[in-house]
Nanobody, 123 residues
Framework: VQLQASGGGLVQAGGSLRLSCTVS????????MGWFRQAPGKEREFVAA????????SYADSVKGRFTISRDNAKNTVCLQMNSLKPEDTAVYFC?????????????????WGQGTLVTVSS
């Protein structure tokens, strides 16, 4: 199983970025998906999660109302639309796959991880 994240970059505060993660797995619908991030010197933290169908989502309080997670089961992709970005959103963002149909916010529950994509928000 491989997860390939892309879409990171440098953006000014208030701007937007869209992260994508393509998953090479035949049974993508069997997996809930999540996004986590890790800022320099900090622990990895939960950002957003989505269940197998896309019908249920979960967000960290720090991104609620600004970020939107979505998935396309026909294309084996999960996306994170990030709007109104703040300097404190600067981090490496990781997509992850959890074998199960419901969302989970706990990193230890995820079975597969991508390599991460760097998001830098300048003030």
């Amino acid at each position: 199983v491989q997860l390939q994240a892309s879409g990171g970059g440098l953006v000014q505060a208030g701007g937007s970025l869209r992260l994508s993660c393509t998953v090479s797995i035949r049974t993508f619908r069997s997996y809930a998906m999540g996004w986590f991030r890790q800022a320099p010197g900090k622990e990895r933290e939960f950002v957003a999660a989505i269940n197998w169908s896309g019908g249920a989502t979960s967000y960290a309080d720090s991104v609620k109302g600004r970020f939107t997670i979505s998935r396309d089961n026909a294309k084996n992709t999960v996306c994170l639309q990030m709007n109104s970005l703040k300097p404190e959103d600067t981090a490496v963002y990781f997509c992850a796959a959890h074998y199960g149909v419901t969302t989970t916010t706990t990193a230890e529950n995820y079975d597969y991880w991508g390599q991460g994509t760097l998001v830098t928000v300048s003030s």
